[in-house]
């Protein structure tokens, strides 16, 4: 996909008491495609998959996985991490060619 | 009654295809057993401490939730290091693998996965002390998700 599409980044709660735990639901389109289908004229379609995905909050990775083609089209991803600091919440997916696509969220913790 | 009811025969069949569809199961054999191989530097893991939630039929095998979860304090004295998810009926075995720290508070991760048939899932969780845990489930799926 050319057109770097926003992703969809939604966190449970903004403000959190440290120690809390939050949750991270993210969506980004892309069509990850598998390398395993073929056109019309009977080509492979080359592998195109978002390959890593890291999340850091304040500058220290809390969570992060690698993708491979039996991830889904439009990958959805889940997960938490324990509220420490407050400070940007930075989720960057990695493509196959090297792009990458950020979204950011901010979070407060009390 | 004579013979076999209509019934039975249906169940019987079915039987049947389940135990035909186990037994061509290695001839699809990816490799999935070498990732997990891998992963553990041949160690064995044990069952248990991870939960993998999948749905037990998935109509619909282009993407299927899943959730996989491990039981651990997650403290720097132990947690959960990495988490590998493999299928054994999918080209290529390998699905995704999560990377938690002590600051994911919790090991918990949830995705949408592709699955080509009906198979097993596998998750391996390493732990920070060079244990390995795991589970496995089996879902069965009625339309394949890799676009053949």
Known sequence: MATAAKPRIKLDKKEARKGDIVEVKALVAHIMETGQRKDAQGNTIPRKIINKFACTVAGKQVFAASFEPAVSANPYIQFKFKATESGPVVLTWTDDDGSTIVGEETIAVT | ?148
């Open chain 2, 1 to 148: 009654m004579n013979g076999p009811s209509r019934r039975q025969v249906l169940a019987g069949s079915a039987g049947a295809l389940a135990i035909a569809t186990l037994g061509v199961a290695p001839a699809h054999a990816n490799n999935a057993p070498d990732l997990i191989k891998a992963f553990t530097g041949g160690k064995q893991a044990t069952e248990g401490k991870v939960k993998l939630d999948l749905p037990e039929i998935a109509e619909n095998g282009n993407t299927v939730p899943m959730t996989v979860s491990v039981e651990s304090p997650m403290t720097d004295a132990s947690h959960v290091t990495d988490v590998l998810v493999v299928g054994d009926g999918n080209p290529n075995g390998g699905m995704v693998t999560f990377q938690f720290s002590p600051l994911s508070g919790v090991a918990e991760a949830n995705t949408r996965i592709r699955l080509a048939a009906t198979q097993n899932i596998i998750a391996v969780a390493k732990m920070n002390d060079g244990s390995f845990v795991m589970a496995s489930k089996q879902v069965k799926v009625t339309i394949g998700g890799c676009g053949g």
